[in-house]
């Protein structure tokens, strides 16, 4: 691959990503959360209830963090602490899905319909082309993510 191609595309996944940065910065001042707190939301819409130590798992947080971002959660009453019923030692932190798409659904609106209508625009092999993509820098990410937070 050329040179400046190259440079041209890091460029643009660079301002991408500052992009989606300031984007989810606004959405969370919307939304009355802290940075990008509401992010760690998906992880409990995608996966539903969860401990406190599973969410450390996913996010990558230490458990202080995760105590944090917990009692702001339930502060808001987007979450509940609940023992587990086989254990009373265990607490499971329970999602109010309900609650959290009816926060976050509106907030997303507008960038939801204006993407889906960008990518009507693509032929069905370059919409395969970015899927391609995606799902590569996904796995990419995942591997390097893994070995920072396992290297001492």
Partial sequence: MNDNVLKQIRTLSQQYTYSSIQMHEAVARKAGLPGTDHKYLGFFIQKGPMTAGELSGLTGLTTGAVTGLID????????KRVFASDDRRKVIIVPDTEKIMALLEPLY???RTQSEQLLAT???EEIKT???YFSKAIGIM???TGN????A
């Fill in 72 to 79: 702001r959660f339930e502060k808001k009453k987007l979450v």
């Fill in 109 to 111: 609106r507008d960038y």
């Fill in 122 to 124: 693509f032929s069905s």
């Fill in 130 to 132: 970015i899927e391609t």
């Fill in 142 to 144: 995942n591997e390097i």
């Fill in 148 to 151: 920072l937070n396992h290297k």
